[in-house]
């Protein structure tokens, strides 16, 4: 199909086609096995300057868009949504400086991003703020020219791997989202600590760990924005973000569709092949169309966001919401294609249902997503009144 890919568009999809299908593939059962972190492949994405691709030439990066990282995340993710979360998250956890940073924090701290030198890591949630991002616990309180860091995140990915940390922290509690701030807080900082890694359903090649900060000091200058912006520079970083997980969710559909086909074509019961009964047939053309359908919303509101529209959180939300669930139907059903082997961990069909639950609960639950574009629909017809 022509989705009017600009020529490095295409590049970039081939070059990452080539990762997954000779490096990740290879890999990706003793990832899901182990749960180590996958530093080699994370090397070859560097390699082929995957990090940089959203970030400013200036910095380092090939300049483009949320619509070039979505097209890497997409093809790597056919292969393991796992593996792929290292560059996705990166692209998270780099976001708040990208979009709020100022030119000091841009200098100090993309080029290495951008040359996957770094990783990057986001830290919003926590045990009492997860879909409630507002009813963050974690306070930052000034002294002279530090703030002062306390309180765990929860649940964050690339936790303990990664070398820079975006952390929104109460700068004022009474004010509620309002007194949220954002800040940049670099591993090796006395106070920053992480729990053991967290033993996850799936993506289990993707680290996941507490981030804790005990009278964690950090200069005054690593907050980024201004004093209480801390709730908007999440909010609106999330924005940016969510069609990356959306772009793992297709690939991660897409790579089970495909297995879905093979299989079916190979698979022989009552003397034919499985891929001639129509039940079969109705299965795999549905899948088709839902991924499909998912893939032409995950481009339309990149290009969006990419093209600088304003109110990109309804159609950030909504392509997250499809594509996530997409992914769940999608493997569900191509395990139900392998019938019993597909429930077996010989084939990569399990993994990938695993692997695609994840995408319906992280960067914001499915049903918030729902109530950001229900309220954004109701705040619309408002306005036209
Ligand atoms: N862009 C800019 N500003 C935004 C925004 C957005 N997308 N969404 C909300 N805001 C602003 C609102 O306009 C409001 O501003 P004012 O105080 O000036 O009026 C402020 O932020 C608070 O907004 P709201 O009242 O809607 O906040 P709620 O506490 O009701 O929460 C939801 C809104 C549920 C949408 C938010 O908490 C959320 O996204 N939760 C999910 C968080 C998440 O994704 N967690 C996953 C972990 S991160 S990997």
Redesign the pocket.
Known sequence: MDYGFTEEQMMIKDLCRQIAEEKIKPVREHYDVTGEFPWDIVKVMAEADLFGLSIEEQYGGMGGGVLDTVLAVEELSKACGGIALALAATG?GTYPILLFGNEEQKKKYLPNIAAGKTLAA?C??EAEA??????TQTTAVRDGDEFILNGTKQWI?NGSEAEIYTVVAMTNKAK???GASAFIVEKGTPGLSFSKKENKMGIRASATTEVIFQDCRIPAENMIGREGQG??V???T??K?RPGVAAQALGIAAGALDEAIQYSRQRRQFGKTICSFQGIQFMLADMATQVEASRALVYQASRHIDLGHKDI?RESAMCKLLAADTAMRVTTDAVQIFGGYGYMKEYPVEKMMRDAKITQI????NQ?QR??IA?SLIKEAAKKR
């Open positions: 998270l986001f919003l949630t997860g879909s409630d991002a507002g009813g990915t509620g989202p309002r709730f908007m999440a909010m609106k999330l924005d973000s959180s992280y960067e914001g639950t918030i109530e950001v309220l």
